[in-house]
C-alpha cells in the first residue's frame, strides 16, 4: 500500500531562480490538493484538482506559481522566480472521491523549499 | 482571520494519563472536523474525523467530541502513550462545497509525553 509521495523532499535554491515540485497521490484518489505550512502554523491551502482540472485555486497562489495535473494521475508545482518569503514546507495530499470520504485527505512527506 | 483555533501551543501530560485537546471555530459552515498528528519533518497523519451531526466519534484509544453550539471540539487521548509525543492539528472542512477549497486548519498544538 503506497501513500502519497512527493519529490524532492529537500530544496535549496537562489533567490530569483525557478523551482519545480512533484507529488504522486494515491491511486485511486482522484482528488488532489497543495497546501503550504509554514513555521508555527498549521497547512494552508493552495489549490485543488479533481482529475485533471484545477477547480480551486486560494488567494495564497500568486502569479508566481503554477500547479498542473495533466493527466489526472501525478502533479507538478512549479515556482516562478522565487522569494525568500516563499521558504515553507510544500505539502501535497490526495482523497477519495466517494461522498463523504472525500473529505478525509491523505498527505504526503512534504518539499522543504528553503530559498537564499 | 483564524476560522479555526487552538489556542493551546503546547501541553504536557504524563504517560497514562488522558490528553485532552482543544479547537474551537468560528465559521458555521464547517460541517466536517478532523484531526491529524504530525512528526517532524513529516507530513500530517489523519487520525480521527467527526461529522456535524454526530456529537462523538471514537476510534480505540482517540475520541473527538463536537459542541456544535458553542462551535467547540475535543481530541481525547486515553491512555497516554510516548509515542502520542507530537503535533496535533485541527480541521474542518465546509463539506457543503464539495471539499474544493480544501482544509482550514489550526496552529497545531504540541503534544508531550513525560514518562
Known amino acids: 500500500d503506497t501513500g502519497v509521495s512527493q519529490d524532492p523532499r529537500h530544496k535549496i535554491t537562489k533567490r530569483g531562480q525557478n523551482v519545480t515540485f512533484r507529488c504522486d497521490p494515491i491511486s485511486e484518489h482522484n482528488r488532489l490538493y497543495w497546501y503550504r505550512q509554514t513555521l508555527g502554523q498549521g497547512p494552508e491551502f493552495l489549490t485543488y484538482?479533481?482529475?485533471?482540472?484545477?477547480?480551486?485555486k486560494s488567494r495564497l497562489l500568486s502569479d508566481r506559481f503554477s500547479a498542473e495535473r495533466p493527466k489526472g494521475s501525478f502533479s507538478t508545482l512549479e515556482i516562478q522566480r522565487t522569494e525568500q518569503g516563499d521558504s515553507a514546507m510544500y505539502l501535497c495530499a490526495s482523497s477519495p472521491d466517494l461522498e463523504p470520504r472525500w473529505v478525509t485527505q491523505y498527505f504526503g512527506p512534504g518539499t522543504r523549499l528553503t530559498v537564499l | 482571520d483564524q476560522q479555526v483555533k487552538q489556542n493551546s501551543p503546547s501541553l504536557s501530560v504524563q504517560e497514562g494519563r488522558i490528553s485532552i485537546l482543544n479547537c474551537d471555530y468560528t465559521n458555521s459552515m464547517f460541517d466536517y472536523f478532523l484531526w491529524y498528528k504530525k512528526y517532524p519533518a513529516e507530513g500530517p497523519t489523519f487520525l480521527i474525523s467527526?461529522?456535524?451531526?454526530?456529537d462523538k466519534n471514537e476510534d480505540g484509544r482517540f475520541t473527538v467530541f463536537l459542541n456544535k453550539s458553542a462551535k467547540h471540539l475535543s481530541l481525547h487521548i486515553v491512555p497516554s502513550q510516548p509515542g502520542d509525543s507530537a503535533v496535533y492539528f485541527c480541521?474542518?472542512?465546509?463539506?457543503?462545497?464539495?471539499?474544493?477549497?480544501?482544509?482550514?486548519f489550526g496552529k497545531g498544538t504540541h503534544l508531550i509525553i513525560q514518562p
Open positions: 484538482f479533481q482529475n485533471e482540472a484545477q477547480l480551486e
Open positions: 467527526i461529522s456535524s451531526i454526530k
Open positions: 480541521a474542518a472542512s465546509e463539506g457543503s462545497g464539495g471539499g474544493a477549497d480544501g482544509l482550514t
